[in-house]
T-cell receptor, first 115, second 116 residues
Framework: NAGVTQTPKFQVLKTGQSMTLQCAQD?????MYWYRQDPGMGLRLIYY???????DKGEVPNGYNVSRLNKREFSLRLESAAPSQTSVYFC??????????????FGPGTRLTVL | AQSVAQPEDQVNVAEGNPLTVKCTYS??????LFWYVQYPNRGLQFLLK????DNLVKGSYGFEAEFNKSQTSFHLKKPSALVSDSALYFC??????????????WGLGTSLAVNP
């Protein structure tokens, strides 16, 4: 049981390049999330998917797109990377079941640098 | 508006001493509260949560947290700190206004340094 996995672990891009961050979970969770973490800013939600087939914007969605490929996988795409997108990106998942408590479980993160 | 505050950016404590990391919240309705820990270059790990019931919640690694409704606080505590507890700690509350969209509202984090 790997939990939440993310690839790649590290990536360096040039301004204007595109890339996709991959996330998968094997816990049969309904909900999945993408966050970015920047010094002094805490965690900011980029996009989330409450259940398979749905996606919604979080606090900072500009410059990103997401795809909930199936129940296990939730990818984050940067179409044209900018230096402001240099950050550490975390994927998380949680159970969405009635009034459940929604504990989120996190992947190890992707450290992205945009030059 | 709903919010979570962690009033201390950094907490320093000597090994063996008790530690407290503070969190206050503002939500409408009954809060679901969480604590997470992040070790250097790692993802966040769930420590404990308060949903209902006993105001003192016990979690992983000997941590506990006390829910205080009148003070709208959920402080994280440990009776005897270890150097290995040095990490970044995040408090979060379920976003009740989000309805069925399951989101958490996060504090900015508190860096805990335990000195040998």
């Amino acid at each position: 049981n790997a939990g939440v996995t993310q690839t790649p672990k590290f990536q360096v891009l040039k301004t204007g390049q595109s890339m996709t961050l991959q996330c998968a979970q094997d816990m049969n969770h309904n909900s999945m999330y993408w966050y970015r973490q920047d010094p002094g800013m805490g965690l900011r939600l980029i996009y989330y998917s409450a259940s398979e087939g749905t996606t919604d914007k979080g606090e900072v969605p500009n410059g990103y797109n997401v795809s909930r490929l199936n129940k296990r996988e939730f990818s984050l795409r940067l179409e044209s990377a900018a230096p402001s997108q240099t950050s550490v990106y975390f994927c998380a998942s949680s159970v969405f079941q009635g009034d459940s408590t929604d504990t989120q479980y996190f992947g190890p993160g992707t450290r992205l640098t945009v030059l | 508006a709903q919010s979570v505050a962690q009033p201390e950016d950094q907490v320093n404590v000597a090994e063996g001493n008790p530690l407290t990391v503070k969190c206050t919240y503002s939500v409408s309705g009954n809060p679901y509260l969480f604590w997470y820990v992040q070790y250097p270059n790692r993802g966040l790990q769930f420590l404990l949560k308060y949903i209902t019931g006993d105001n003192l919640v016990k979690g992983s690694y000997g941590f506990e947290a006390e829910f205080n409704k009148s003070q709208t606080s959920f402080h994280l505590k440990k009776p005897s700190a270890l150097v290995s507890d040095s990490a970044l700690y995040f408090c979060a509350v379920r976003d009740i206004e989000a309805g069925n969209n399951r989101k958490l509202i996060w504090g900015l984090g508190t860096s805990l340094a335990v000195n040998p």
